[in-house]
């Protein structure tokens, strides 16, 4: 039994693009361009996805807070609190935003 990777799973749109940061040349993408978004090279896409993570991670603010919502201990935001009293924790905050949706 020989079984084949689908390499071509995932269509790839060809073309003619240039990297918004490094001006690299793209001539294929996994996706349609959006002509209202800047395109990335696989390297500054990889980059940029990697400082994104950074400044995800440093932004986070340590501290000792109650969710208003189960109670719950609160020992880190993504965020500085100006006001106490309307935090939410994780799971809350997930929860209250799927119930938006
Ligand atoms: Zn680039
Ligand atoms: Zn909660």
């Known amino acids: 039994m020989t079984?084949?990777?689908a390499e071509?799973?995932?269509?790839l749109f060809e073309g003619e693009w240039e990297c918004s940061q490094c001006g690299a040349a793209i001539t294929q993408l996994p996706f349609q361009p959006d002509a209202e978004r800047p395109l990335f090279c696989r390297e500054c896409h990889r980059k940029?996805?990697?400082?994104?993570?950074?400044?995800?991670?440093?932004a986070m603010v340590q501290g000792?807070?109650?969710c208003v919502a189960c109670g719950g201990d609160i020992?880190?935001?993504p965020f500085?609190?100006?006001?106490?009293?309307?935090?939410?924790?994780?799971?809350?905050?997930?929860?209250?935003?799927?119930?938006?949706?």
């Not at 940029?48 to 440093?58: G, H, I, M, P, Q």
């Not at 309307?86 to 997930?94: F, I, K, M, S």
Request: with cysteine.
């Open 3 to 5: 079984e084949q990777k």
């Open 8 to 11: 071509g799973d995932r269509p």
């Open 48 to 58: 940029r996805r990697a400082e994104r993570e950074v400044r995800k991670r440093s």
């Open 64 to 66: 000792s807070w109650t």
């Open 75 to 77: 020992s880190e935001l």
């Open 80 to 101: 500085n609190p100006t006001r106490t009293d309307n935090l939410l924790c994780r799971q809350c905050h997930r929860e209250k935003r799927m119930a938006q949706a």
